[in-house]
């Protein structure tokens, strides 16, 4: 009996711990930076809440031109391993302003500071690329160091590389090669040690000596959240700006006429609304497992679909390529009865002209023909020689080829087609109509006339819905009558109900779908004589102009 106990306790743990498991590596995703596609390391928390890492921003700002607007923003102190001789010794030298100054100067458009020029009477915009929402965020003049290190974030990440042993071991910094394993960390020092190194950098009776060893971490942060501005620790949230803010920053123009409330309320606050979210998510797992399911069966037919579409233009491309193959052939066909045609022609008068050499066939002829001393044998012989001999002396006095040798009237303009073709496109569906006021009218009948955009696509059909206004709503969704696949661009609705306001409108469907709904018109049938005016071949009664209700004044 206990060893089922402690088999089924095993199985459970076991279960947890793959629960846990599964848990954390589905949240690597969500601790992945965009640009870098690696953990977070010191993310910054860009305007519109997206994450960046702190060198990655750098990076990304540099190539968009920036220079001198990666600050760092996190006022932290230097470690060991990170000396002054391995700085930069114009940053020892280099006196910056004090912050109240610069600002006195910013705001007054005077001064100057890397990136921007001299004289400018605005300061420069740095504008950044989020690689997560695809939009170009403002980061003020202050680039980077205006932005506020996302801690919690990095706590998250500190934790699942802990939970799952992401990069192994983490080695001492001052170790002389090969470096020990790490045992503690530094925040002051913002370096890890192992026992001994520890014991040397924070001698007994020093002011290191007070530093409290914390567990070894590749990522330092600071104690507290500080204001990247006034390097204060943060104590209040502007609810205008969406910011935290320090005592200095509450005092400021900037935040004056603002919302602003302690920092603690806006924890509670924020917290209650996430944990009422969470709880809410968590409650519903049925449901979003449903939602699952039904997602991925709407993939299954997007991509059965998707298939489907691709033969349908596969096939209909091919259907205009056989087309214009067929027309090709009977095009070269036509091309070659005329060339073989002309071709016929000019071998005759070819052969007519080589009979009229000398030595050929019809000078000879006649040459022996003049040989002949009897008169009427002459003549009879002569008369149908001259004919053939003057018909040869015109053609040779007005030669001109029997065809033309250019082939211009084959040439294809095939500059519209050409045009339709670049314009192919998918069907889209019919843009809202428009309805005619000046043609609609209602009295004892209601009619209903629109048209269509200038440059919508066609419509096959038209449904027309309506319903009356002045009656007691129903609960749940409005209904309305329709009338489905009117032909043409007007509508006759028979009977309505007199002394009544309706309100109609109307979408064009074609083989692409329903189109979006005309604006609603509103009509009313006052129960008052009108004038009568025939409408095709169908007679309707028109109300006086003054009970007609424009939909603009309804």
Not at 212 to 231: A, V, Y
Not at 255 to 276: R, W
Not at 502 to 523: I, Q, T
Request: glycine share 6%; aromatic share 6%.
């Amino acid at each position: 009996m206990a060893e089922g106990e402690d088999m089924q306790t095993f199985t459970s743990i076991m279960d947890a711990l793959v629960r846990i498991s599964t848990s954390m590596k589905n949240m690597e995703k969500e601790l992945l930076c965009p640009v870098c596609q690696e953990m977070y390391k010191q993310p910054l928390v860009l305007p519109c809440t997206h994450n960046v890492c702190q060198a990655c921003a750098r990076e990304v700002l540099g190539q968009q031109g920036y220079i001198g607007h990666g600050g760092d923003p996190s006022s932290e102190p230097t470690s060991p391993a990170s000396t002054p001789s391995t700085r930069s010794p114009r940053l020892s030298r280099r006196t910056l302003p004090k912050p109240d100054r610069l600002d006195r100067l910013l705001k007054s458009g005077f001064g100057t500071y890397p990136g921007r020029k001299r004289g400018t009477l605005h300061p420069q915009v740095i504008m950044f690329p989020c690689p997560a929402c695809q939009g170009d965020v403002e980061l003020g003049e202050r680039g980077l160091a205006g932005l506020f290190r996302n801690l919690t974030l990095e706590r998250v990440v500190e934790r699942y590389r802990q939970s799952v042993s992401v990069g192994g071991a983490i080695l001492c910094q001052l170790c002389k090669p090969p470096p020990l394993e790490a045992t503690k960390g530094c925040t002051e020092c913002r370096a890890t040690f192992c026992n001994e190194c520890f014991k040397l950098f924070h001698p007994w009776g020093t002011q290191k000596a007070q530093h409290e060893p914390t567990l070894p971490t590749l990522s330092f942060r600071p104690k507290g959240l500080m204001c990247p501005d006034h390097k204060e620790e943060v104590t209040h949230y502007c609810k205008t700006c969406q910011r935290l803010v320090c005592q200095l920053c509450r005092v400021r123009r900037t935040h004056s006429g603002h919302k602003i409330t302690p920092v603690l309320s806006a924890y509670q606050a924020l917290k209650d609304k996430l944990t009422k979210s969470l709880t809410y998510i968590l409650g519903n797992q049925d449901t979003v497992q449903t939602q699952i399911c039904e997602l991925e069966e709407t993939v299954r037919h997007t991509e059965v679909s998707g298939q489907q579409a691709k033969e349908e233009v596969s096939q209909l491309v091919r259907g205009l390529g056989a087309v214009l193959e067929e027309k090709r052939a009977s095009l070269l066909q036509a091309i070659e009865e005329c060339q073989q045609e002309r071709l016929a022609r000019l071998s005759a008068q070819i052969q007519e002209h080589r009979s009229l050499l000398d030595g050929s066939g019809l000078v000879g002829y006649a040459q022996e023909v003049l040989k002949e001393t009897d008169q009427p044998c002459f003549v009879q012989a002569a008369k149908q020689l001259h004919n053939r001999i003057a018909r040869a002396t015109e053609a040779l006095q007005t030669f001109r080829p029997a065809a033309s040798s250019s082939f211009r009237h084959c040439q294809l303009d095939v500059g519209r087609e050409m045009k339709l073709l670049t314009e192919l496109n998918f069907l889209r569906v019919p843009e809202a109509p428009v309805i005619d006021t000046q043609r609609t009218f209602a009295y004892d009948q209601i009619f209903l006339c629109w048209r269509l955009p200038p440059h919508s696509p066609p419509a096959w059909h038209y449904t027309v819905e309506f319903r009356r206004t002045d009656v007691p709503a129903q609960p749940g969704p409005t209904r309305w009558q329709r009338r489905e696949e009117v032909r043409g661009t007007s509508a006759l609705l028979e009977n309505p109900d007199t002394g009544s306001v309706y309100v109609l409108r109307v979408r064009g469907c074609n083989k692409a779908g329903y189109g979006e709904y005309s604006e609603d018109v509103h009509l009313h049938t006052p129960p008052a004589p009108g004038m009568t005016q025939t409408v095709g071949t169908t007679a309707v009664l028109r109300m006086p102009r003054w009970r007609r209700r424009h939909p603009l004044l309804s």
